[in-house]
Nanobody
Framework: QVQLVESGGGLVQAGGSLRLSCAAS????????MAWYRQAPGKQRELVAS???????NYADSVKDRFTISRDNAKNMVYLQMNSLKPEDTAVYYC?????????????????WGQGTQVTVSS
């Protein structure tokens, strides 16, 4: 089991920047990928950015030229640098970890989620 804790959200003017952090703790057999999702009220949760265990990254088209996902394995941290923020970016942002847990019953992939951090961008 792992626990994820996000921080860094807040209120910012359009065009501003925020840096979100996600701290992971606990134990797991292997980490397959980590990602940032976001969810606005009344909308489905959407993938914003992801990073695999080999360091490859993937971004939603809406944020590709503005956001950067990174990780610090030594500190068990994942970050999301958000620049040129727009009101459309307003949402609760969640850190996600996809990992493999193993037991006598076998190995299974599981998703773990943080509690979320609110990002509000005013125009």
């Amino acid at each position: 089991q792992v626990q994820l804790v996000e921080s860094g959200g807040g209120l910012v003017q359009a065009g501003g920047s925020l840096r979100l952090s996600c701290a992971a703790s606990g134990s797991i057999f292997s980490i397959n990928a980590m990602a940032w999702y976001r969810q606005a009220p009344g909308k489905q949760r959407e993938l914003v950015a992801s990073i695999t265990n080999d360091g490859s990254t993937n971004y939603a088209d809406s944020v590709k030229d503005r956001f950067t996902i990174s990780r610090d394995n030594a500190k068990n941290m994942v970050y999301l640098q958000m620049n040129s923020l727009k009101p459309e970016d307003t949402a609760v942002y969640y850190c996600n970890l996809e990992g493999t847990d193993c037991s006598a019953a076998g190995c299974f992939n599981n998703d773990y989620w943080g509690q979320g951090t609110q990002v509000t961008v005013s125009s």
